[in-house]
């Protein structure tokens, strides 16, 4: 395994009850690259994010086996869980704006940590908006509720969350599903903006996403790698599975 | 051209049919209600001033009024709730919140649900055998209030375990995702979206605690108390009390010449605080409801 991965997936299963959705999947992910993941519904892209900050520990019926390590430390034996958390920010398909204060919800994951001084807390909310995409939209109201903003403003506000306690990896879990094109557009460019500081992992379900953004992309199917490279060969003439053709030029199935 | 067909007609026939049938249906409910009301509030008319809800019992309880009574339910409903809503709401976040599906909570929930479907008389042998005797409280108010608090508990944890479940699961997992514990979680977004629902179930359980009779008549209530007209500490804890319910008993079956519209202006009282306690859980959860966050 390279000496500059950022994350290192060995081996990994996760069954719900009998049910095995990941069949024992290796891979790496280097520092700093936007790391694209493709595949249709149930293909485990999502239980792959959530077995790698252990929110999958939420699921009780869950079994994980195999290694995860994030800077060469093994998730699964981590002493303090929710400095994991912290360092892998976590972006759901659906945007999710806390019932909270446009400056709470930002401010909350920087309170958890025990950061109570106001004038940190200031630099932070206006770093992560700005850095969302969102800060002069809503500079002037940050005290009214962040569950009143419009679709496209909350999923921007859960990407400044997720930015809010200085994540060195960003999880993006098709973020784009429930937002315009023309917002998808803004935080498509917020993203390569954002990689010069952390990893990006893209989960997408538009494959021409992934083209755009991603430098390599792994496409998953019913729990297993099929193909993982760079994305100019994914998204090129000659991929080395046919599979994969089939599905990025939607002649899959 | 769009002529009604015999099929069409028939099925707008059994539509209007089903429709008169429901709406009469939920109509007589509110018949017989109206017919208790007004019943009791015209036998009672003669009875109902300030002064009987000040005055003490006179004559042997067949005149006067039913302050003794009415202090001694404020006291047993405000006792069995402090103990009892505290308890149920940490139960509640508990086996909500932080409990797994494991054998011990599935005993623990369905302990919740027997207590809930337990008769009062059984709570009232209860609160006898361990509050009056075992625990040496004697026939006092705090036996009375722990009785009525362990008849109310169950309906509490399952009221408010119903108004945490309405917090969607979204927000928490937002909040886990951004490394926050449960207890940060609870504290910042669950608790504060489900305190009115909270609140409206354990309100609603007054009317619980006011009206039981068998609990209270087994471990604390009493027949006569002596009781200065218009007094509000008239109780220690240690002491026995009257309470509305207890003596709308009696009066009704106990007491010979009790004048008629005594018995009616008490149960006017009891059914009037009981409403109106209702009334104020319910202008709350509007308030904090119009005050919704998402």
Redesign the interface.
Known sequence: MSAQAHIQVQDLRLAYGTREVLHGISFDIRHNEIFGIIGPAQSGKTSLLRCI?R?ID?S?EASVSGAITVDGEDVRRTKDL?????RI??V?P?P?????SIYDNVA??PR??GMTRKTDLDAIVEQCLRQAALWDEVKDRLSS?G?KLSGGQQQRL?IA??L??QPAILCLDEFSIAIDPVTTMRIEDVIKELRRDMTVILVTNLTQQARRLADRTMFLWNGEIIELDSSDIIFGDQPRDRRTYEYVNGLFG | MFAETPFVRSKRRSEAFAKWLFFAMSAAMVLPLLLIVGYLFVKAAPSLNINFLLDVPRRGMTQGGIWPAFVGTVYLVFISLAISAPVGILAAVYLNEYA??NWLNRMINLAVINLAGVPSIVHALFGLGAFVYAARLGYSILSASLTLAIMTLPVIIASTREALASVPM??R?????????RW?TIR??VL??SISGILTGVILQVSRAAGETAPIMFTGAVFFKAVQKGEVFAYHLNEQCMALSMHLYTISTQVPGVKESIPFATAVVLLASVLLVNAAAITLRALMRSRK??
């Open positions: 900050n929110t939420f009780p929710f400095a994991l958390r912290r920010g976590m759901a659906l999710v704006g806390l019932p909270l909350f994951a958890c940590a509720l569950t859960t969350r997720a809010s306690h | 797994r599906d979204s927000f997992e937002a909040c886990w995702n951004v490394g926050a514990t940060q910042a977004v504060p979206n966050k998402w």
